[in-house]
């Protein structure tokens, strides 16, 4: 309040969007708008709900030994929506649904609010389509802190999900251990394999589409063709000048973006794997063919007709994933993020018989000698 744009002092309750606000915004939003978001709801909600297993499954490892595995979700969740400069509402199915199809009992929600504390009304309506119970105006590492430690207004959850700039990605990694975070996820990155059948135009375009989210995004061609690479080049250039956030695109072209011209596929492929990109875009003559040699990527997009937009709004597949090589060790944001799956075992009195042995040497060996007792002391008046 002290640049005088609110009229009046703010409490803490103007820091989350209440029932008021939630019904302003599907009443100012454009029906297409809301039409499209269901669509692309209803989607994600179709693919996150085949990914679902069982909630207990069981084995008999060796008569008398039952050991087996349920499948528990977490309690309470905070999910991260980008914005600031922009709005970005598919974030908020994205990261939303996929922990309500898990059963997850409480999901909050923080997104930047603008000057005036408004919030996109798309982004409102998104969250509220999604299945978040509370949304709040926080951005930044300051809304990662409220979620991750709790404060008088935003609770404390269990885990943090959400892609947002490199202060987010810091914020969360700081507070990793307090709660489990999802991946650590940078500005947005593109691969795409091409040969010589792949349409110039649509590399052109799809490399450049990549390029507005930020200046710090990343897109790498990597053909067979070199002719084509050429093509691409030039379309790219002639189409610079009269681009919509020309500033933003020519940023991230100086930086980690690149036109290559790999010897055959078998190179392209190993360079891909070693690239580990968010998204990988196949474009070649028969993209199955190299999918079996995929080793790490965050999301695959086969062949001319699937371009990478598709999966961050609306073809079921999700748009949170792992950046700057994470696609090692991390997957993309899934119900599996959302659930715990802890173990269990019975044992007969046969059973542990028959195990007895192999338990006391290993617990002996390891100069635990109670633990060797505890499996002893059932057959001590056997």
């Not at 997850?104 to 929600?109: F, P, Q, T, W």
């Not at 926080?138 to 700039?165: C, F, H, Q, S």
């Not at 993209?287 to 001319?304: K, M, Q, T, V």
Request: proline content about 7%; glycine content about 8%.
């Amino acid at each position: 309040n002290q640049h005088g744009q609110f009229a009046r002092p703010l409490t803490l309750t103007d820091l989350e969007v209440g029932p008021a606000e939630i019904d302003a915004a599907y009443a100012s939003l454009d029906p297409k708008v809301l039409g499209a978001l269901e669509r692309a709801a209803a989607n994600i909600e179709k693919f996150q709900r085949a990914q679902l297993e069982r909630d207990m499954w069981a084995i008999e490892v060796q008569p008398g030994i039952l050991a087996g595995r349920l499948h528990r979700p977490l309690d309470r969740v905070g999910c991260y929506i980008p914005g600031g400069l922009a709005s970005y509402p598919s974030s908020a199915l994205m990261n939303i649904i996929p922990a309500r199809v898990a059963g997850v009992k409480e999901i909050v929600a923080c997104t930047p609010a603008g000057a005036d504390l408004t919030v996109s009304p798309a982004t409102i309506a998104a969250a509220r389509l999604a299945g978040a119970q509370r949304l709040f105006k926080l951005g930044g590492p300051w809304a990662i802190g409220a979620m991750a430690y709790g404060t008088e207004l935003v609770p404390r959850v269990d885990k943090i999900v959400g892609p947002g700039n490199k202060y987010v990605t810091a914020a969360k990694l700081l507070v990793f251990g307090q709660v489990d975070i999802d991946s650590p996820a940078g500005p947005s990155e593109a691969l795409i394999l091409a040969d010589e059948t792949a349409p110039a135009r649509f590399l052109a375009v799809d490399f450049l589409s990549q390029l507005e989210h930020d200046p710090e995004a990343a897109a790498v061609l990597v053909t067979t063709d070199a002719a084509l690479a050429q093509r691409v080049v030039d379309l790219i250039l002639s189409e610079l000048p009269h681009l919509p956030r020309r500033e933003i695109i020519e940023a991230a072209l100086g930086r980690y973006s690149a036109v290559l011209v790999a010897a055959d596929l078998e190179e392209a492929v190993s360079f891909a794997n070693l690239y580990a990109p968010e998204h990988l875009q196949i474009m070649t003559r028969d993209p199955f063919a190299l999918l079996p040699r995929i080793r790490h990527a965050g999301s695959i997009f086969l062949g001319p007709y699937a371009p990478v937009p598709v999966g961050d709004y609306a073809s079921g597949t999700n748009h949170v994933l792992p950046t700057g090589g994470c696609a090692r060790m991390f997957s993309g944001l899934s119900v599996d993020d959302f659930i715990k799956k802890p173990t269990f075992q019975h044992l007969t009195l046969e059973a542990l018989k028959a195990l007895k042995d192999t338990v006391i040497i290993l617990a002996e060996n390891e100069g635990l000698p109670i633990h060797a007792r505890a499996v002893a002391e059932r057959f001590r008046y056997v």
